[in-house]
């Protein structure tokens, strides 16, 4: 049976605000992140259906917070929580979160290529 840690995972991103490691169990993504400060994805899903992250999210909070935003409510989950959070979400995370989150991996790679864009867009206009 395939089994992944925080220590095997074998894509390692270090985004100054954020590190997350990453990998793959049966067709899920799977990530291991720590945000070292606040961070909103705002902008970032831009391009996408209503310019918000079109994958669904299962996952855990181990400290900190996690807020999903949809366009006609928001749910706030902090340590201790687990969570499932529906297509159409933005989030922002407080410094310190500390999560573990599962994704069907062919919906999150096309968010994430968004994402990247989105990202790299910003970062170049400064």
């Known amino acids: 049976m395939p089994k992944?840690?925080?220590e095997t995972a074998p894509n390692v991103?270090?985004?100054?605000?954020?590190e997350g490691r990453y990998g793959a169990l049966e067709g899920y993504a799977v990530g291991f992140e720590h945000f070292r400060e606040e961070a909103r994805t705002d902008g970032l899903f831009d391009g996408l259906p209503d310019d918000r992250c079109q994958c669904p999210h299962w996952g855990y909070?181990?400290?900190?917070?996690i807020?999903?935003?949809w366009a006609d409510h928001e749910e706030v989950y902090e340590a201790g929580d687990a969570y499932y959070a529906p297509p159409g979400h933005l989030t922002t995370?407080?410094?310190?979160?500390e999560a573990l989150e599962f994704?069907?991996?062919e919906e999150h790679a096309r968010s994430m290529q968004t994402l990247g864009r989105n990202l790299e867009?910003?970062?170049a206009a400064g």
Do not use: C, E
């Open 4 to 6: 992944l840690s925080r």
């Open 13 to 18: 991103q270090d985004m100054g605000v954020m």
């Open 103 to 105: 994704a069907p991996a």
């Open 61 to 65: 909070v181990f400290s900190g917070s």
């Open 121 to 123: 867009a910003m970062q």
């Open 67 to 69: 807020t999903f935003r």
């Open 93 to 97: 995370i407080a410094g310190g979160t």
